[in-house]
């Protein structure tokens, strides 16, 4: 028999409470974790493009590759090894997921300092590999992550808790990747600014050091290697199979039906994403000026979206949560379409990116919730895993045809301004979907193990 995630149910906290909780070691490790989790996101994304975009890239090529964050899609493929396996060199001694914590970082580093001295100029092949191992040490690093933060929680306030820290420690680093950099960039150009992000992960690798291995969640996984290591055909069968099957045992046919809810509720923040930061560049703004806005109107509206996101969802409950969540996040999209037709004021880019942050973070912190409260001890990592992997999968396909659809709309005689505006406005609608989905769940779908006793 499985057992349930080690977060169980209890009473709502007082504000005291959290404000206590808020000093714990782990809530600190978690927002430093979620910090790493971040930064290397958008070095390979939205960040890379701007430096492909500097470079002359043309948006097809951009949006094309792009396509190596699909690193993130098919992390489930291994996520079995990592719950199942201890990390090389490091594994007996830091433990299994501080091991590949370890590991994970160490590649990312490496990735990211590769990226800085090829550049663009060698090539977009040698550039786009070093972002490939980027983008897959990241999405392992994710695995782990994403496991410790379940596995320590002890209740599911503490649960909910340790994700707002995450999402908050994620939002400082995307915005690092994605604000910061541009003016560094402007100064010192794009490769000492990524030299410089290769040295912000060592913040990951500190909380790694500083974590502690969660002992319920790490007895269950060794009593399952000691049982059926994994290189017998019952160890094999349970770390591949196992999460799996132990998911549709608990959900039956609605497992489908949530996974479809999954895989569309992020679509608008992934379709537009390649297409943010060209343009940017295209709309005439400065690097400067784009970083000092989303450093400052960003992070506040950041701020606020995470602190409104989990209000929502510990107040409202996990389905109410994610219908304001994905309302707010389509309008935010469709928004990018009025720099786009106004032009570049940044008063107007200033409340775009704030409304941008805000309902991107609010959806976040509800889907990350949500898809914590799914997962069963023993298949933690492999089962968000795959929860996460089809989050992504059908975002990270479409998004590689993002520069197509602006160029195609160019094409057929619209201005560039005219193709982008267009572009977002698609992009915030194909979210609708989503919110259908998860309207018939509230009505029909089983409830997730936060909301009744585990």
């Known amino acids: 028999m499985t057992q349930p995630s080690t977060a169980k149910p209890s009473k709502r906290a007082s504000s005291q409470e959290v404000l206590a909780a808020l000093s714990r070691p782990r809530v600190l490790v978690m927002l430093l974790l979620g910090f790493s989790s971040g930064l290397p996101f958008l070095l390979t994304a939205g960040t890379f493009g701007y430096w492909l975009r500097d470079a002359g890239t043309s948006l097809k090529a951009i949006g094309f590759l792009s396509w190596v964050g699909f690193a993130y899609s098919f992390k489930f493929l ?17 433990g299994r997921r501080r091991g590949w914590m370890l590991i994970a970082q160490g590649l990312v580093i490496a990735g990211l300092l590769a990226m800085a001295f090829l550049t663009p100029a060698a090539g977009l092949a ?39 820290a995450y ?85 039956g046919a609605m497992a489908l039906l949530m996974l479809l809810f999954i895989s569309l509720y992020r679509l608008p923040e992934f379709v537009m994403g390649p297409m943010a930061t060209p343009f940017y560049h295209d709309l005439g703004l400065s690097k400067d000026v784009v970083g000092a806005v989303r450093g400052s109107f960003g992070l506040v509206g950041s701020f606020a979206g995470i602190a409104v996101g989990g209000l929502a969802v510990a107040r409202l409950g996990s389905f109410k949560g994610l219908i304001l969540g994905g309302i707010l996040q389509a309008l935010a999209i469709a928004s990018f379409a009025l720099p786009a ?41 492999s089962q968000y ?70």
Request: glycine share 10%.
């Open 167 to 251: 999402q908050l420690g994620y939002r400082v680093a995307v915005l690092v990747s994605d604000a910061l950099i541009l003016i560094l960039a402007n100064h010192f150009g794009w490769p000492v600014s990524y030299v410089l992000m290769a040295l912000l992960m060592s913040v990951g690798v500190l909380a790694t050091l500083k974590a502690t291995e969660p002992k319920q969640a790490d007895a269950v996984l060794g009593a399952k290697s000691t049982d059926a290591p994994l290189w017998t055909p019952r160890g094999f069968f349970d770390a591949v199979a196992g999460p799996f099957c132990a998911f549709f045992r608990a959900y």
């Open 341 to 381: 037709v106004y032009g570049g004021d940044p008063r107007l880019f200033a409340a775009v990116m704030t409304a941008d942050n805000f309902g991107v973070s609010v959806a976040g912190v509800a889907l990350v919730t949500y898809m914590s409260s799914l997962t069963t001890l023993g298949y933690t990592a």
């Open 126 to 164: 040698a550039i786009g590999g070093a972002a490939l191992v980027v983008a897959f040490a990241s999405s392992t690093q994710d695995i782990v992550i994403d496991a410790w933060r379940i596995e320590a929680a002890d209740t599911s306030e503490e649960l909910g808790l340790l994700s707002s």
């Open 78 to 94: 291994w996520s079995p090894v990592i719950d199942r396996v201890d990390a090389p060199l490091v594994g007996r001694r830091l």
């Open 385 to 454: 895993a795959l929860l996460s992997s089809t989050y992504a999968m059908v975002g990270k396909f479409l998004k590689g045809f993002s520069g197509a659809v602006v160029e195609g709309l160019v094409a057929q005689g619209h201005t560039l301004m005219q193709a982008y505006a267009l572009f977002f406005v698609g992009a915030g609608a194909v979210g609708l979907p989503a919110i259908g989905l998860c309207l018939v769940l509230a009505r029909t779908g089983k409830p997730p193990k936060t909301d009744i006793e585990a």
